[in-house]
């Protein structure tokens, strides 16, 4: 089953500055997918990251705001760029995963705020 | 009309009792179903996925699908405090690239004593 180690767990910032969280999975997996999560809100999918391929975004999500890299199978970096305080949520990376079921497995999260 | 919906909540339920989430989709050729628990300030756990119609059991979970009515459930059964949290219900919907995981906006559930 596959672990993600996702940092950094929170980070307060600056507006107008970028911060790029990186999720490092301990098994290869085909796909990796980043989320938002407002407060008090539901996840919303930002994009899914192929390998070798570019990122695919949701309608409202574009790359020049979230860049992300997929170098390997078995590691994502989602940057948040030129931020303002209403891109503050919390960021979700996700992969395929097996624990009993077949599911997808979350890294334990980015609580961010832009100040 | 949002892809996947689910009652809001708060749901409160006694201990003991049998607490039932439910979540309807929008998405016809939608192939799996699942459901998360999120404890405040955690990330979603996975509890259990669903790909056929009928009942799938998990110890005191159980999911329920009916693809026909487009419509996906769990109960909980001897519901407990530490069941307390806001459940997600998520369903895969394939598009041309990639199966992509779409989440309902939750039902909060809370077990009394």
């Known amino acids: 089953s596959a672990v993600i180690s996702q940092k950094p767990s929170r980070d307060i910032c600056q507006r107008g500055t970028s911060l790029t969280i990186q999720c490092q999975v301990d098994s290869q997996v085909t796909m990796m997918f980043w989320y938002r999560q407002q407060p008090g809100q539901s996840l919303t999918l930002i994009a899914t990251?192929?390998?070798?391929?570019?990122?695919?975004?949701e309608s409202g999500f574009v790359i020049d705001k979230f860049p992300i890299s997929r170098p390997n199978l078995t590691f994502s970096t989602l940057t948040v760029s030129n931020m303002s305080p209403e891109d503050s949520s919390i960021y979700l990376c996700?992969?395929?995963?097996?624990?009993?079921?077949?599911?997808?497995?979350f890294g334990s999260g980015t609580r961010l705020t832009v100040v | 009309q949002k892809e996947v919906e689910q009652n809001s909540g708060p749901l409160s339920v006694p201990e003991g009792a049998i607490a039932s989430l439910n979540c309807t989709y929008s998405?016809?050729?939608?192939?799996?179903f699942f459901w998360y628990r999120q404890y405040s300030g955690k990330s979603p756990e996975l509890i259990m996925s669903?790909?056929?119609?009928g009942d799938k059991e998990d110890g005191r979970f159980t999911a329920q699908l009916n693809k026909a009515s487009q419509y996906v459930s769990l109960l909980i059964r001897d519901s407990q405090p530490s069941d307390s949290a806001t459940y997600l219900c998520?369903?895969?919907?394939?598009?041309?690239?990639?199966?992509?995981?779409?989440f309902g906006s939750g039902t909060r559930l809370s077990i009394r004593p």
């Open positions: 990251a192929n390998q070798g391929s570019e990122a695919t975004y």
């Open positions: 998405d016809r050729v939608s192939q799996s």
């Open positions: 669903i790909y056929s119609n």
């Open positions: 998520a369903v895969s919907s394939p598009n041309s690239s990639a199966s992509k995981i779409i």
């Open positions: 996700s992969a395929e995963a097996w624990r009993g079921n077949y599911g997808y497995t």
